[in-house]
């Protein structure tokens, strides 16, 4: 897809000009429905225009065939349908009035249409807006990493997780240098794998754009993999994407033991990300160069942390980018192991 088909009728700019409200709950401009409905009447323009096999056509909803359901977030259902034989999943959201979930949805269309250069992003073929919902059609991916979990019973491998955190860390520092945002929701669950073993990141309904390398809001996100800093109710400070990569150090412990590192309830957990040491792999384990990634990712203190062109010169890092770890057939494994 290229930019002008996604939100390109927004005159978007390559800076850091926000183009569509932030879905920040006390951003300046939310609340400001006007602009919600100018931005939703622009996308309008271009709903149905489907980018497929290198060409663009204009398709009719009742041309989609729905094959079957996915999943459902909170924002949404994810379903697999299938257009003129090329299978699809089709995220439905329902239009609201309400202009906080309205910005989210058009924050999570527009990232998704901007980064249709990015091959660590799931790819969008366009979408449709209809007076009930908006329908964003995407590549159909196999399967989201907290469901493989579950589904295998048992922690993924070092080497797989070498390879799959190279896409994670690849598609954060896209975002964050090509477009100034940074994504706020890093968790397994946004983590998509395909058949072919091709890692991607998705979901960026509560993404957001940086001031200054900054972002300015503490409510959105899935609070279990928020850093210490956007839990504490007396730091008022912003925050930058550091706060994603103490994210991403809590996703790799999960997907390296199979569990998710605190119990207890909500609350209790909250608690000890803000009070406790921060988790750290067992060094009989794993690798050296593993245990200290998540070590520096998880550190209390985000000016501690590191950003991600450090993070991409990190020795696990360059270590796992010159391996031949054939994902697809570890995955095809599993799968079939756990049917
Ligand atoms: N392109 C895709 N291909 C295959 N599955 C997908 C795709 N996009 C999303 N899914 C799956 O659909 C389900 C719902 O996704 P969705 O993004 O709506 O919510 P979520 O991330 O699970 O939850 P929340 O929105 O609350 O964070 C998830 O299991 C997700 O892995």
Wanted: hydrophobic share 35%; aromatic share 8%.
């Amino acid at each position: 897809m290229d930019r002008n088909f996604g939100l390109g009728g927004l005159n978007i700019s390559d800076n850091a000009t926000p183009r569509l409200p932030s879905p920040e709950p006390h951003h300046p401009s939310r609340g400001n429905n006007h602009n919600v409905q100018e931005l939703l009447e622009v996308a309008e323009r271009n709903s149905g225009v489907l980018s497929l096999q290198g060409a663009k056509r204009k398709a009719e909803l009742k041309e989609l065939e729905f094959v079957e359901d996915i999943g459902h977030g909170s924002c949404g259902t994810v379903s697999k349908c299938s257009y003129q034989s090329v299978t699809m999943a089709v995220k439905t959201m329902p239009r609201t009035t309400n202009s906080y979930e309205m910005s989210r949805i058009l924050m999570d269309l527009d990232v998704i249409c901007l980064s249709f250069d990015c091959p660590y992003i799931v790819r969008c073929f366009g979408y449709f807006i209809t007076s009930y919902d908006v329908r964003v059609c995407m590549e159909c991916m196999a399967t989201c990493l907290d469901r493989l979990l579950v589904r295998i019973q048992k922690p993924i491998p070092e080497d797989i997780i070498g390879k799959l955190s190279i896409s994670i860390i690849k598609a954060l520092h896209y975002l964050k240098t090509k477009h100034q945002i940074m994504h706020r929701d890093v968790k397994p669950s946004n983590i998509l794998l395909d058949w072919s073993g091709v890692i991607k990141l998705c979901d960026f309904g509560i993404a957001g754009r940086l001031i200054e390398s900054r972002a300015h809001s503490k409510q959105a996100g899935c609070p279990l993999y928020m850093g210490p800093e956007r839990l504490d109710p007396n730091n008022f400070n912003s925050y930058d994407i550091r706060s994603d990569v103490w994210s991403l150090g809590l996703t790799l412990v999960e997907l390296a033991t199979g569990k998710y590192p605190y119990a207890g309830t909500e609350f209790d957990m909250m608690t000890k990300i803000m009070n406790d040491e921060p988790p750290r792999l067992n060094p009989g384990k794993f690798s050296p160069e593993f245990c200290h990634l998540v070590e520096i990712c998880l550190q209390r203190d985000p000016n501690n942390r590191p950003n991600y062109d450090q993070l991409l010169d990190h020795p696990f890092i360059k270590y796992h980018e010159e391996q031949d770890t054939d994902v697809e057939e570890w995955f095809a494994n599993v799968m079939g192991d756990s049917d």
